[in-house]
């Protein structure tokens, strides 16, 4: 069974840093997706950063030279740092992977984290 597991989400001021977490656990084959998601109060959910087949990265608009994705194969972890932090930020992150689990199927499943809130304050 996989799990996403996410961390790392918290209260900072208009300005600071916070590293969000997310790690697949369970038996899995290849990880073809990893991407992270936001959803503020009233608003759709949007894409923030992806990593697509470990190496194309894509950044919104919104957060480009603030926030940096990075993933750990070996611990089939990806990251989010978040620096610049404004309060247009808060949100609820969504870890989304994508991966195929080692099932013998060698079926891509579609998993999401459930949450982790990050309230920046001005």
């Known amino acids: 069974q996989v799990q996403l597991v996410e961390s790392g989400g918290g209260l900072v001021q208009a300005g600071g840093s916070l590293r969000l977490s997310c790690a697949a656990s369970g038996s899995i084959f290849s990880i073809n997706y990893m991407g992270w998601y936001r959803q503020a109060p009233g608003k759709e959910r949007e894409l923030v950063a992806n990593?697509?087949?470990?190496?194309?990265?894509g950044y919104a608009d919104s957060v480009k030279g603030r926030f940096t994705i990075s993933r750990d194969n070996a611990k089939n972890t990806v990251y989010l740092k978040m620096n610049g932090l404004l309060p247009e930020d808060t949100a609820v992150y969504y870890c989304?992977?994508?991966?195929?689990?080692?099932?013998?199927?060698?079926?891509?499943?579609?998993?999401w984290g459930k949450g982790t809130l990050v309230t920046v304050s001005s």
């Open positions: 990593i697509i087949s470990g190496d194309t990265i």
């Open positions: 989304n992977v994508v991966l195929v689990p080692n099932d013998g199927r060698k079926i891509s499943r579609n998993y």
